[in-house]
C-alpha cells in the first residue's frame, strides 16, 4: 500500500486569487493539449497540478508566463487579463518567479557566479543586489558550494540554485516544474521543508507540477489533477484520494494518507 504523509502544516484561509485560468484551451495542429482548463491560484497558498508526464501540466506554466498562447480563453493576474502582456513585463509587473525542470542556470559558472549574472539583471542597485545573494545563500545553506561549478552540483544543489535565481527578483507567485524529479527522498524531503518555509516567511503563492503524487501531496493546501487534457478533480489532499475520479484516472485504491 502506498502512503502520503502529510507534510504541510499551515493550511490555507486565505482566497483572493492571484492568479486565474478561465477556461483555457490549446491545440497544437490537430492535437489537443489542454481542453478548457479553469482554476485559481489563491494568495498564500500552495497549490499542486498532479498528473502523468505528457498531461500538460508544463504546459499550463507557459501559459501563465507568457510562454505560450491559449486558442481560447483568459489568464488573469492580479485582475488584469495578461493574454497579450510579452513575457518580459508579465514576469516583471506581476512579479513571478518560474524555476524550469530542466537546466535554468549556467553550467560553466560557479554558483556565485551564477547569482551574480542573474542578479545584475534582477537588482540593480548593488548593494541591495549583494545582500540579496548573501541571504540566499545562508537561507539554502550553499555557503560550501559557491565556488563550485554549477555543472559539478548535486542535484539537490542544483535545485536550491534554480529557486533561488527565481528568488532574487523577490517574486509573489512561484511555479515550480516537478522540481522532485531525479532527487533522492532525503533531498526531496529537504526540498519539501524549503518549499514550505519559503511560503510561510515570504508569504509566496505557489504552484507546483509533479506527476509523483506521494511528493506533491504532502505539501501542498490543494491539488488539482489532470487526465486527457483536462481537470477531472479538485480539493485537499485528504479529499482527493477519496475521489472516486482521482482513484479511477491516478491513485487507485491504495493510497492513503499517515
Do not use: W
Not at 21 to 32: G, H, N, T, V
Request: aromatic residues 6%.
Amino acid at each position: 500500500m502506498a502512503i502520503i504523509k502529510k507534510f504541510r502544516i499551515k493550511s490555507f484561509k486565505e482566497k483572493k486569487p492571484v492568479i486565474k485560468l478561465e477556461k483555457i484551451s490549446l491545440s497544437f495542429e490537430k492535437r489537443l493539449i489542454l481542453e478548457n482548463i479553469s482554476f485559481n491560484l489563491n494568495q498564500g497558498q500552495i497549490l499542486g497540478l498532479l498528473g502523468p508526464n505528457g498531461v500538460g501540466k508544463s504546459t499550463i506554466f507557459n501559459v501563465i508566463v507568457g510562454l505560450l498562447k491559449p486558442n481560447y480563453g483568459s489568464v488573469i493576474i492580479n485582475n488584469e487579463n495578461v493574454i497579450d502582456y510579452p513575457i518580459a513585463s508579465r514576469s516583471s509587473k506581476f512579479k513571478i518567479g518560474y524555476v524550469p525542470q530542466y537546466g535554468g542556470y549556467f553550467h560553466d559558472l560557479t554558483l556565485m557566479e551564477n547569482l551574480k549574472a542573474i542578479g545584475e539583471i534582477q537588482v540593480n542597485d548593488l548593494k541591495m543586489r549583494n545582500s540579496k545573494i548573501e541571504e540566499l545563500i545562508s537561507q539554502f545553506e550553499l555557503e560550501n558550494a559557491i565556488n563550485i561549478p554549477a555543472k559539478f552540483l548535486s542535484g539537490g544543489q542544483k535545485k536550491k540554485l534554480v529557486i533561488a535565481l527565481a528568488l532574487l527578483s523577490n517574486p509573489k507567485v512561484l511555479l515550480l516544474d516537478e522540481p522532485f524529479a531525479a532527487l533522492d527522498v532525503l533531498t526531496i524531503k529537504m526540498l519539501k521543508e524549503l518549499i514550505v518555509n519559503l511560503q510561510m516567511h515570504n508569504n509566496l503563492s505557489v504552484c507546483i507540477c509533479d506527476h509523483q503524487a506521494r511528493d506533491l501531496l504532502s505539501c501542498v493546501d490543494v491539488a488539482i489533477i489532470l487526465s486527457n487534457c483536462k481537470i477531472i478533480a479538485k480539493g485537499t489532499p485528504s479529499e482527493l484520494v477519496k475521489d472516486s475520479k482521482a482513484k479511477n484516472a491516478y491513485f487507485g485504491d491504495s493510497f492513503r494518507l499517515s
